[in-house]
């Protein structure tokens, strides 16, 4: 019978607490990889995700606010800028690929997008990647009232090419401010498992000239997406340097990805706050492994004496209550992957659900190597005071059943 | 000429001294001059309770260290041994049976059986098998202590002492919580396992009834003089 033997045996005896305190640490590790986890692919997706854009051009604001306007569809838009605007863009030199939105109006909260079809005849959202119909659809007729509808919003609207509906004024959704205007669904995207996923994409006309809008408005467009040519470093940094130095009408958010970067900067406080709810989890669990084998010592003084007497030595029962601390930390952890799985995979439905980013929450990271590697050991050590006090056990003092 | 040698015994002792110390006094429990044991002896301690029956047990076990003295058995000198050696002594050489069994509660008869041999030559499933149904246990190997009676208790304990194929066997007060019965059953099983398994026995018990089974009972106040002047030299 081995010390192993004796471990499981022990925790067998002792069901509750140790799964009482495997469970909590199942909570802190589960919580600390979540948090971890969480925080840098959400930070790797946000600052990737571009739409396949290197700039956003818009009225003068926050960059942060127009790239979220512009390429997360989240925000309101800092502004429109004029035609001439987007048309002057358009013809520099530098620039490739110069894409107009248009914001304003909403499908019962989900957002109204207004381009032109260069949006999805020209786009690569991902390296190779272009945006693609579902069978049966068609790009919409730029001087029609026709709607191509992102995946996401097509599940959860329940719309099908043929389907009509009426846009509603504003981003948020208000049923009295519905527009006069049905539009068609000609066409549903496949997954891009972008924020394209979450809107509505119309003609950019149909925006401008939707009834109500400001008519002195009607050529305004809310923002302009950016494709530079090859060298854009020196590109972008002379038109940063253009619109957002020597001029004040215009905002120039380029690169994108350090734009996002920043607000992970800004909500970095949040991170740390999580991580320390996590490791203030992580020890009040290693403290529970210490307070419920020492606890337990008294009643076991006896079965340690009798294993003493039939010729354990003292180290292996020290050896013994070390790795039965290790263990319920070790069950713990395994619970913990469980705890991770559910955390995980409800924030990645969350993130999809409000920004239309996907993270994929089983993928490897560090942290679930080094986060049960350190818990396992924190249990460990937690038993070295149990065990000290097994150690010293008085064998013949404790021979006796103590009345 | 031929020369006449007493053969080796199996336990020697030689001025074996242990005090505890309680209320600021020293208390000499056990002092004993000289004792000596057979291989495959069987031998009863007489003695009342506390007499430091108990703890003269323990000190051949090596569970206490002697203040002083010699304790040698089977040629090894327990008693200048350090504690890793003593337990790995105890635990291939002597078997323990307490008055209150000493069975782990957690623990079924085979397992406890295999604990008997786990820190010593290793655990053999069948040979544990094989002892429990020896003292009549073959159909409650997965039974816990508590779903036992306490005389099948004591022979679970029985099983346990002889797993380590000890040469000697300590037995203290070992029939202390039986019936009539179920003691003098249960004696006689730990005198025939012993002799099965060719070990020594050292039984005290205060008991007389358990005393008339032993041609050869000493009382213990005639070796352990701990309330004696030291004698002259």
Excluded at chain 1, 256 to 284: C, H, N, Q, T
Aim: net charge positive; charged share 20%.
């Amino acid at each position: 019978m081995t010390i192993g033997r004796i471990v499981l045996k022990s925790l067998r005896q002792h069901t509750l607490s140790t799964c009482v305190t495997a469970f909590s640490i199942a909570l802190a590790g589960g919580l600390l990889m979540s948090v971890w986890a969480v925080k840098q692919q959400s930070q790797a997706t946000f600052t990737g995700v571009n739409a396949g854009f290197d700039a956003v051009l818009g009225a003068r604001g926050s960059k942060l606010q127009l790239v979220l306007n512009a390429i997360f569809h989240l925000e309101a838009s800092p502004g429109n800028l004029s035609w001439s605007d987007f048309l002057d863009i358009q013809r520099n030199p530098n620039v490739e690929l110069a894409v107009p939105l248009a914001v304003g109006d909403n499908y019962r909260g989900y957002r109204l997008v207004g381009t032109v079809p260069e949006m999805f005849e020209k786009t690569e959202y991902a390296p190779g990647q272009k945006f693609a119909l579902q069978p049966g659809g068609a790009w919409f007729d730029p001087t029609r009232r026709e709607a191509v509808v992102g995946d996401f919003v097509a599940r959860k609207m329940r719309l099908h090419v043929g389907d009509t509906f009426h846009p509603f004024h504003g981003l948020i959704f208000d049923e009295k401010n519905q527009h006069s205007e049905t539009y068609v669904v000609v066409g549903v995207l496949k997954p891009s498992n972008t924020p394209a996923d979450r809107v509505i994409w119309i003609p950019l006309v149909g925006i401008q000239r939707m009834s109500g809008h400001d008519p002195k408005a009607a050529t305004d467009v809310s923002a302009v997406l950016v494709k530079l040519k090859a060298h854009s470093a020196i590109a972008g940094f002379q038109m940063d340097m253009m619109y957002n130095k020597q001029g004040n009408r215009l905002t120039f958010a380029w690169p994108i990805g350090s734009v996002m970067a920043e607000l992970f900067d800004k909500i970095g406080w949040f991170d740390r706050v999580l991580a320390l709810v996590s490791y203030l989890v992580a020890s009040v669990a290693t403290a529970s492994i210490l307070a419920g084998i020492y606890n337990s010592m008294n009643e076991r003084r006896r079965e340690i004496a009798i294993l003493r007497a039939l010729g354990a030595r003292r180290f292996t029962i020290f050896s013994a209550i070390l790795l039965e601390a290790a263990s319920i930390s070790a069950l713990g952890m395994a619970a913990g992957f469980a705890v991770y799985g559910v955390i995980v995979t409800v924030v990645a439905g969350l993130m999809r659900a409000q920004t239309g980013v996907v993270i994929d929450p089983f993928k490897f990271n560090a942290v679930m190597l080094w986060s049960p590697t350190v818990l396992i050991a924190l249990g460990a050590l937690a038993g070295i005071i149990p065990a000290v006090k097994a150690y010293r056990t008085d064998v013949a003092e404790n021979l006796t059943p103590h009345s | 000429m031929t020369l006449r040698t007493r053969p080796m015994p199996l336990l020697e002792i030689s001025k074996l001294k242990k005090s505890f110390t309680a209320d600021g006094a020293n208390h000499c429990v056990v002092n004993v001059r000289t004792f000596r044991l057979a291989e495959q002896a069987q031998v009863a301690l007489e003695g009342e309770s506390g007499s430091g029956k108990t703890t003269f047990l323990h000190l051949i076990a090596g569970i206490l260290r002697p203040d002083s003295g010699r304790i040698a058995i089977a040629g090894r000198e327990m008693s200048a041994l350090e504690e890793p050696a003593r337990d790995h002594l105890r635990a291939t050489t002597i078997g323990y049976i307490f008055q209150t069994f000493n069975l782990l509660q957690g623990y079924t008869c085979l397992e406890n059986v295999l604990l008997g041999m786990s820190f010593g030559p290793g655990a053999d499933r069948p040979f544990a098998v094989k002892l429990l149904e020896r003292v009549g246990l073959g159909d409650r190997l997965k039974h816990y202590p508590r779903q036992l009676s306490t005389g099948q208790q004591q022979r679970v304990a029985v099983a346990r002492a002889m797993a380590n194929k000890p040469r000697l066997v300590l037995a203290d007060e070992p029939t202390g919580n039986l019936d009539h019965k179920n003691a003098r059953e249960s004696l006689k099983l730990i005198r025939e396992a012993c002799r099965e398994n060719g070990a020594a026995l050292l039984l005290v018990s205060h008991d007389r009834e358990v005393l008339a089974q032993f041609d050869n009972v000493e009382p213990f106040d005639r070796i352990n003089h701990n309330s004696a002047e030291e004698p002259p030299v």
